[in-house]
């Protein structure tokens, strides 16, 4: 078992894209989508995961992730989820000791782009980069769970 701790923030302006170091596509749906307890399955470029996310506490939640072969990945896209999925491309940027991931979304999130910081604890402290802007990791409509539902495209 693993412990999840992730700060979420919205960016100022496009300098990270001149530090990414990777880009992978991503693809996830969900089976279970409740406010404390989500069952994903992701495709992270030819990755295939199922994640089980429970229990948050400020930004930390308990977190199960095991990988699953391809046609059982397609299997749950095709029969359980069809087209209600979350796509992205998240971008990898390294700033002073850390790894920034960098999610930007498409389809009826386009417009969307997010920074998300894993920590290994609540109050380890970091430098933010200067492209990084106001903190949402309070913000439920950010969480990807949630933009399954209310997508991007449609807050006013």
Known sequence: MGIEIERK??????N????????????????????DFTTRIRR???KNKLTIKYAK??????????DIPFEDAECFFNDLIRDIVIEKTRHYVHF????WEIDEFHGVNQGLVVA???LESETEKFIKPGWVGLDVSD??????SVLLNQPYNTWS
């Not at 002073?96 to 790894?99: F, P, S, V, W, Y």
């Not at 913000?139 to 990807?144: G, K, Q």
Request: glycine share 8%; net charge negative.
């Open 9 to 14: 923030f919205l960016l100022k302006n496009d």
């Open 96 to 99: 002073e000791g850390k790894t």
């Open 57 to 66: 506490s400020g930004i930390s939640r308990k977190e199960f992730e095991y």
């Open 116 to 118: 998300e910081l894993e």
């Open 16 to 35: 990270w894209r001149n530090q990414v170091t990777k880009s992978i596509p991503f693809k996830q749906g969900y089976l279970t989508n409740e406010k």
């Open 139 to 144: 913000d439920e409509r950010y969480c990807n």
């Open 44 to 46: 992270e470029g030819d």
